[in-house]
């Protein structure tokens, strides 16, 4: 794609299809729904490092995505919930694609003890011969001719806050589900 041409927006989901799970109720309800899911898009938000040497205390958040559903756990209150992240992370028969998600591995391992499997790095995988790393939004241009927005001042806010704000809940549910979409693309195309 040309970055000199200007993309129409990418729309994202609905927030009506976003579900922040803050109760034993609602890790049990994203359960139901996940572990039935083929593949799943998924992400992770850390509050963000501004200092040499200072170590990050993330991830602060987890995004899971169905086809129609996105599915965000605040790690702050994941308690009820470690159980259900575990079993989808963990899960060998659930795929898991997103982009860029090496330090993802390391800090959920590190944090929750949470070591996912079957998983797709799309950065890697849509990777083209002689290019780097493809990202989000030059997947959502080469895919659906569509640009993704991704918001400097939302990327580095404070993923430990709560509640997160309705930009950073739109923010972290479509880095998820236009992950899942990417792939099934990807996918009919190959």
Known sequence: MNPDIILPPYPGISLDHVHIVQSVADAER??????VADVLGF???S???FFKGQQS????LIQLATDHEVFLFPVVTAGHSSATIKALLESPTILKVGFGLSDDHKRLHAKLGVTP???LDL???????????LGAR??????FGLRLQKSKKVSTSNWA???LNERQIKYAADDAHVALLVYRRWLALK
Do not use: M
């Not at 994203?30 to 572990?35: E, F, G, H, K, P």
């Not at 030059?138 to 895919?143: D, G, L, R, T």
């Open 138 to 143: 030059s997947a959502v241009a080469k895919y």
């Open 117 to 119: 499997q079957h998983v």
């Open 30 to 35: 994203a359960l139901v729904v996940l572990q």
């Open 57 to 60: 205390t993330g991830p602060h």
């Open 123 to 133: 950065s890697r995988a849509l990777r083209e011969k002689g290019q780097g790393d």
């Open 47 to 49: 509050k963000p490092i």
């Open 43 to 45: 992400d992770t938000e």
């Open 161 to 163: 806050a709560s509640p």
